[in-house]
């Protein structure tokens, strides 16, 4: 079993920035892949950024490619998502995820263990 509670949200002008925390604990942090995923009012659930275990490589969605970044510190238990240049449609409540067996997962059913969520609201 993994827990996880994503920290960092919040409310910011467009063109601004904000970091995603990500604290996991209840099993071996290094072992899991870590994906983000946001979820708009009436949309999907849809695919944000993904690491590795390790962190040496990540994938992003092309909506937020060379905007965010996503990396993980696992001495601290902890998946980051820095998001820079925000816009209004990157308005949304943002999940991190947590999955074995996993490589640069896209689908969100493919991870096993989800945080609560945190809100991200981007004004124009």
């Known amino acids: 079993q993994v827990q996880l509670v994503e920290s960092g949200g919040g409310l910011v002008q467009a063109g601004g920035s904000l970091r995603l925390s990500c604290v996991t604990s209840?099993?071996?942090?290094?072992?899991?892949?870590m994906g983000w995923f946001r979820q708009a009012p009436g949309k999907e659930r849809e695919f944000v950024a993904a690491?590795?275990?390790?962190?040496?490589?990540?994938r992003y969605a092309d909506s937020v490619k060379g905007r965010f970044t996503t990396s993980r510190d696992n001495a601290k238990n902890t998946v980051y998502l820095q998001m820079d240049s925000l816009k209004p449609e990157d308005t949304a409540v943002y999940y991190c995820?947590?999955?074995?067996?996993?490589?640069?997962?896209?689908?969100?059913?493919?991870?096993?263990?989800w945080g609560q969520g945190t809100q991200v609201t981007v004004s124009s």
């Open positions: 995820a947590a999955g074995r067996w996993i490589i640069l997962e896209i689908t969100p059913e493919k991870y096993e263990y």
């Open positions: 209840g099993d071996t942090f290094s072992s899991y892949a």
């Open positions: 690491i590795t275990w390790g962190g040496g490589n990540t």
